[in-house]
């Protein structure tokens, strides 16, 4: 099971992510869900394309929910737009897989880091 918060040390600083709400954790997870399928040219899930709507209709962005009231700490420590979009990446894959370590692995490609997948 996943940590309830997603420790990020980006710009010489820490920032704790918590756990998105249910609502925005199952559009951001039915967002991993329709994406994988169109990448395999597989026809998404109704489910998976409906939970999505919230960013189809630009209601929300996925960058902001995925790191939720983290992304506007980080955008008034004035990080990078690099560090800003890679931290979102590292929280929205630790949300839509459960995994810390693909996380960890997202913000630091180069870094030697275990357990990078899925958690069941």
């Given at each position: 099971?996943?940590?309830?918060?997603?420790?990020?040390?980006?710009?010489?600083?820490?920032?704790?992510?918590?756990?998105?709400?249910?609502?925005?954790?199952?559009?951001?997870?039915?967002?991993?869900?329709?994406?994988?399928?169109?990448?395999?040219?597989r026809?998404?899930?109704?489910?998976?394309?409906?939970?999505?709507?919230?960013?189809?209709?630009?209601?929300?962005?996925?960058?902001?929910?995925?790191?939720?009231?983290?992304?506007?700490?980080?955008v008034?420590?004035?990080?990078?737009?690099?560090?800003?979009?890679?931290?979102?990446?590292?929280?929205?894959?630790?949300?839509?897989?459960?995994?810390?370590?693909?996380?960890?692995k997202?913000?630091?490609?180069?870094?030697?880091?275990?357990?990078?997948?899925?958690?069941?």
């Amino acid at each position: 099971m996943a940590e309830s918060t997603l420790k990020l040390e980006v710009a010489g600083r820490t920032y704790m992510v918590p756990q998105p709400s249910a609502r925005v954790g199952l559009a951001l997870q039915a967002s991993w869900t329709v994406s994988l399928a169109r990448r395999g040219n597989r026809t998404p899930p109704p489910y998976a394309v409906e939970r999505m709507a919230r960013y189809d209709n630009q209601e929300s962005d996925i960058d902001e929910d995925s790191l939720g009231p983290v992304w506007e700490q980080m955008v008034e420590d004035d990080v990078s737009i690099q560090d800003l979009r890679r931290a979102a990446w590292a929280a929205y894959a630790w949300i839509c897989t459960g995994s810390e370590a693909t996380a960890q692995k997202v913000l630091n490609p180069d870094a030697e880091v275990g357990d990078v997948g899925p958690k069941a």
